[in-house]
């Protein structure tokens, strides 16, 4: 089973600052990589795929870049809704493994 | 615009068996294209993937709870569930129902329902 591995655990920025969330693979996932957001009370919500492609409806300041085992998420100017729990998760080896999250909160 | 939604008991006695449904509008679970599935997330904790099926009826379970688990579907409702057997405290969990692609490039959850407390009590 790939180990999905996420850092920091917490991250705090001050809105309007950048945001930037780790994800390593424990073994090559090529670019089958996506990122979910996650608000407390609601489902995570798919931001990102394809390691670099925003799904629809995902502002701009969110993106995506990494390939193989490395990869980063990156929330460019934080607004108030942003503050919330961010998950990577691999697909290129069945089922799919998540990682354990970052929360992002605010400093 | 897909939609999933669960349904079920909030609350399971321990050794007894955890059902849900998960019924889909928008789009029918008898495509092809896509892997219908459940995911579960204990309070505070991470996401942890169950199981899914296609919509042939092949199904494909999480080894560690593959003893326990059986999703079927029912096509006539366009619906598909979920049992755990032997359910005990560590089943406590919101339980998602979720939609993912068959390519391997299309295997991330694209589509999810809002979830499910489900609590392992006497």
């Known amino acids: 089973e790939i180990v999905m591995t996420q850092s920091p655990a917490t991250l705090s920025v001050s809105p309007g600052e950048r945001a930037t969330l780790s994800c390593r693979a424990s073994?090559?996932?090529?670019?089958?990589l996506a990122w979910y957001q996650q608000k407390p009370g609601q489902a995570p919500r798919l931001l990102i795929y394809g390691a670099s492609t925003r799904a629809t409806g995902i502002p701009a300041r969110f993106s995506g870049s990494g390939s193989g085992t490395e990869f980063t998420l990156t929330i460019s100017s934080l607004q108030s809704e942003d503050f919330a729990v961010y998950y990577c998760?691999?697909?290129?080896?069945?089922?799919?493994?998540f990682g354990g999250g970052t929360k992002v909160e605010i400093k | 615009q897909l939609l999933l939604q669960e349904s079920g008991p909030g609350m399971v006695k321990p050794s007894e068996t955890l059902s849900l449904t998960c019924t889909v509008s928008?789009?029918?679970?008898?495509?092809?294209?896509?892997?219908w599935g459940w995911i579960r997330q204990p309070p505070g904790k991470g996401l942890e993937w169950i199981g899914s099926?296609?919509?042939?009826?092949?199904?494909y379970y999480n080894p560690s709870l593959e003893s326990r688990v059986t999703i079927l579907l029912d096509t006539s409702k366009n619906q598909f569930s979920l049992k755990l057997t032997s359910v005990t405290a560590a089943d406590t969990a919101v339980y998602y129902c979720a939609k993912r692609g068959t390519a391997v490039v299309t295997r991330f959850f694209d589509y999810w329902g809002q979830g499910t407390l489900v609590t392992v009590s006497s």
């Open positions: 073994q090559s996932v090529s670019s089958n």
């Open positions: 998760q691999q697909y290129n080896n069945w089922p799919g493994t």
């Open positions: 928008g789009g029918s679970i008898s495509s092809n294209n896509y892997y």
């Open positions: 099926i296609y919509y042939s009826g092949s199904t």
